[in-house]
């Protein structure tokens, strides 16, 4: 669409925009308020955890809370969706591995879902 830098405007800086330029393609672009308005708050926290290595976003399905790690335990409940993760892996928490028993045991069950998705036998 050809405006993309429009994204890191603020909310009230996109509704003068969306009002003072007769533009279709910008009003297009800008119109649901809401959507702004929630991707510019997405746009902020994302940018908080990529400057911050203490902060990650929770992985959990339609969640998105930005999560802090206290340097102790990597083991962290997210408070909105209640889920305990893994700081290291950005991943559930898993009782019992380490977190590479954990990324192996992702792994090799990411690679049996491929090969049984291109029916193959999984091994």
């Known amino acids: 669409s050809g405006y993309g830098p429009l994204i890191y405007l603020n ?3 996109l509704t003068l925009i969306i009002t003072l330029n007769p533009h279709p393609k910008i009003k297009d672009c800008l119109r ?3 959507a702004v308005w929630k991707r510019w708050n997405r746009l902020l926290r994302a940018k908080e ?3 911050d290595k203490t902060k990650m976003w929770c992985p959990s399905y ?3 809370s930005v999560l802090s790690y206290d340097g102790k335990n990597c083991r962290i409940q997210c408070p909105s969706c209640e889920k305990s993760l893994c700081f290291y892996c950005k991943t559930p928490w898993h009782e019992g591995s380490t977190c590479r028993e ?3 045991k992702r792994l ?3 690679h049996k879902t491929r090969r049984k998705q291109k029916g193959g036998s999984a091994g």
Do not use: F, I, Q
């Open 11 to 13: 909310p009230l800086t």
């Open 108 to 110: 090799y069950t990411e």
């Open 49 to 51: 955890c990529e400057k």
């Open 102 to 104: 954990n990324k192996r």
């Open 32 to 34: 649901d308020k809401e």
């Open 62 to 64: 339609r969640c998105e």
